[in-house]
């Protein structure tokens, strides 16, 4: 399972989600959708857009782009480009890493809270690991924290079936076996693989094994 957005997709100025191509505020994967980022961005209240930016993006400068946000809308209106947007989100924070448009979060916040991202990634986890059958193995490739965090939370829940407080006398063979084993942990790619494809190297692999059904 491979949760990477779509390269096609991204490199299609038209579709709104570049920070480094000019087009209107979009960011739908189902182009049927009502909801944009310009909805978003031109809407979306102080507080609304902080905990967006914070929870979505980990922008530690959450508060200094939103004012710059909420500014601009007062005495410019309606932000409708993708340019325009990170051009005010250059402006408004400092910027440490040379390598990394400073724009980059923000535009990751969006893209999530638009798609409803990780909320997908929470329905998809049980069903495919339902999906499987004994010694099956799903094996799933993230590409920033807040999904690889889901991930790993998930296994996490899956092996904790120890859940019986501490002192209560109960036998081993009582708890209840976890129906899942670790095959892969945490894999990341190699030097060689980042220099072949630059997409890849936020990429992280982890992979598990479906030993019995849960009971």
């Not at 905990?51 to 932000?79: C, M, N, P, S, T």
């Not at 724009?103 to 495919?128: C, D, G, H, S, Y």
């Not at 892969?184 to 220099?195: D, F, M």
Request: net charge positive.
């Amino acid at each position: 399972m491979d949760l990477g957005i779509s390269s096609p997709q991204i490199d299609q100025a038209e579709r709104g989600f570049s920070f480094q191509l000019d087009s209107n505020l979009d960011m739908r994967m189902n182009q049927n959708q009502k909801l944009t980022a310009s909805e978003i961005i031109n809407n979306f209240e102080y507080d609304e857009l902080v905990k967006l930016l914070y929870d979505y993006g980990e922008e530690k400068f959450a508060k200094k782009i939103v004012r710059a946000i909420i500014k601009h809308r007062e005495e410019k209106g309606k932000i409708s480009r993708t340019t325009e947007l990170a051009d005010l989100v250059n402006k408004a924070i400092p910027k440490f890493d040379s390598n990394k448009n400073p724009a980059t979060k923000t535009f990751q916040a969006l893209r999530i809270k638009v798609n409803e991202e990780l909320l997908e990634i929470e329905e998809v986890l049980p069903a495919a690991l339902e999906a499987l059958k004994t010694n099956g193995r799903l094996a799933v490739i993230s590409f920033h924290s807040l999904e690889d965090r889901i991930i790993k939370n998930f296994i996490k829940d899956k092996l904790n079936t120890d859940t019986v407080p501490k002192k209560i006398p109960i036998y081993q063979k009582q708890i209840k076996s976890a129906p899942i084993k670790v095959v892969q942990k945490l894999q990341t790619p190699s030097k060689s693989e980042i220099l072949k494809n630059k997409r890849s190297r936020s990429a992280k692999l982890r992979v598990i094994e479906k030993i019995s059904e849960e009971r």
